[in-house]
C-alpha cells in the first residue's frame, strides 16, 4: 500500500531553515517524480518543487528559487525539501506528492501525504 509520511516541520523564526523528510513506502521511489507542495491559509494548493526519478530539479514558484533545494536518497526511499531563508509568506501546510509517471508534470500527482505544518514567525 502507497504511503507518503512528512516530517520535519515546526515553528522557525524568519530567515531560519528547516529541513523536511518525505518517507516513501509501498513502492520503489526510484520509479517515480516526487514532489513538494504547499497550501497556505486562504490559498490554494500549489506545486513548490519536484523531482524526477533520474534526478532532474523542477522549481515551480520563482518566491522559493535560490532558497529551497530538493533532493533524495533512493536507497532510504525518502525525498527532502531544504528550506533556507525562510519567510513568512512560507508558512503553509506541506505535502509530499507522487507522481503516476517519472516526470515532474504537475498535473500528473494525485497520491498525499498527510502534510506537515511550517510556520514562519517571530
Known amino acids: 500500500q502507497l504511503q507518503l509520511v512528512e516530517s520535519g516541520g515546526g515553528l522557525v523564526q524568519p530567515g531560519g531553515s528547516l529541513r523536511l523528510s518525505c518517507a516513501a513506502s509501498g513502492f520503489t521511489s526510484d520509479y517515480y517524480a516526487i514532489g513538494w507542495f504547499r497550501q497556505a491559509p486562504g490559498k490554494e494548493r500549489e506545486g513548490v518543487s519536484c523531482i524526477s526519478s533520474s534526478g532532474r530539479v523542477t522549481n515551480w514558484p520563482d518566491s522559493v528559487k535560490g532558497r529551497f533545494t530538493i533532493s533524495r536518497d533512493n536507497a532510504k526511499n525518502t525525498v527532502y525539501l531544504q528550506m533556507n531563508s525562510l519567510k513568512p509568506e512560507d508558512t503553509a501546510v506541506y505535502y509530499c506528492?507522487?507522481?503516476?509517471?517519472?516526470?515532474?508534470?504537475?498535473?500528473?500527482?494525485?497520491?498525499w501525504g498527510q502534510g506537515t505544518q511550517v510556520t514562519v514567525s517571530s
Open positions: 506528492g507522487r507522481a503516476s509517471g517519472t516526470y515532474c508534470v504537475r498535473a500528473n500527482f494525485g497520491s
